[in-house]
């Protein structure tokens, strides 16, 4: 059996937008998909994309800006060119609760949600509000879906997924114990970085993921660790509800963590997909 291509997929800003001659207010930010299929991420052929269409057609959030002169599918880019966002811009946000080796695939699957407004994409800052006491980044494979799906099965469920990218479940560990629904603890505005890019046709079954906290690696734990794996996930997920292209479905934290503070960096790690860097800053909004 042939193994499936692997290919890279962005959602990025050009570093000079073009105005909106058609409007007297500030013009909407651009956005454009680019594409790369080199292996080496980090070489000359890894920092120079393709602009293409959305990937994820039929959905108006994830829509491509209008083309223009050097941005118009088929046009190469360079990194320096742009800014990375978060990859898509989802409907639906969704975690799996306890979901670490056999203690978690012991209990019933059990989905959390975390406000679509959450997310934000590489480079942007963590904020915490004052008061929130303990806060953890924790790194995760995410996947990123690509067609509607609703009841998929464990046949036919890694038809409903484009790649992954890696999402960073940022969770207020006191608000997780007062809320029990988990919501004021991870939806929080800030609180699901994602990104910096999609990966289609990747092998997740044994990914190393793990948290670099301010240069510092902390010990880290593989996909193989997840109780409820990819299909199953996506599985139990659409027998009670659709998901959208774009939608994001983080699978699980199963490495080490440390608290975050203003002034901090947090990088999260997945094996064949990169790292993710992000900022803490303090928010000008005050803990609930």
């Known amino acids: 059996m042939t193994p499936p291509v692997q ?3 962005a ?17 909407l930010p651009e956005q454009f998909f680019v594409a790369n ?33 050097g941005w118009e599918p088929g046009a190469e880019v360079s990194e320096d060119s742009f800014t990375f966002l978060a990859p898509s811009v989802p409907a639906n946000v969704l975690g799996m609760a306890h979901n670490t080796g056999q203690a978690g695939r012991d209990l019933p699957a059990q989905a959390f949600h975390k406000a679509a407004t959450s997310v934000i994409g590489p480079g942007e800052a963590i904020e915490l509000p004052a008061g929130i006491g ?39 560990r006191k608000l997780q114990k007062s809320d ?9 505005d ?19 993921v793990g948290v670099v906290h301010n240069g510092t690696e902390l010990p880290a734990a593989s ?13 139990y997920l659409t027998s009670f509800m659709t998901l959208h292209p774009g939608d994001l479905v983080l699978t699980g934290f199963p490495a080490a963590s440390a608290g975050i503070q203003p002034g901090d960096t947090v ?14 800053t303090a928010a000008s909004r005050p803990a609930p």
């Open 7 to 9: 290919r890279r997929i």
């Open 11 to 27: 959602r990025v800003r050009p570093l000079a937008p073009t105005p909106n001659p058609d409007s007297d207010k500030a013009p």
């Open 37 to 69: 299929d080199a292996a080496d991420f980090l070489g000359t052929a890894g920092r120079t994309w393709t602009v293409v269409e959305s990937p994820f057609p039929g959905s108006r959030a994830n829509a491509g800006s209008a083309h223009r002169k």
């Open 134 to 172: 303990l806060v953890e980044p924790e790194a995760e494979l995410a996947v990123v879906v690509g067609r509607t799906a609703k009841n998929l099965t464990l046949g036919n469920a890694r038809t409903a997924v484009l790649g992954y990218t890696i999402g960073n479940d940022v969770t207020a």
């Open 180 to 188: 029990e629904l988990w919501l004021s603890a991870k939806s929080q």
């Open 190 to 208: 800030t609180f699901t970085p994602a990104g910096p890019w999609i990966v289609t046709g990747l092998d997740h079954a044994d990914l190393p």
């Open 223 to 235: 996909t193989a660790d997840l109780g409820w794996k990819v299909d199953e996930i996506l599985v």
């Open 267 to 280: 990088t999260c790690r997945v094996g064949g997909i990169g790292e993710l860097s992000n900022p803490v």
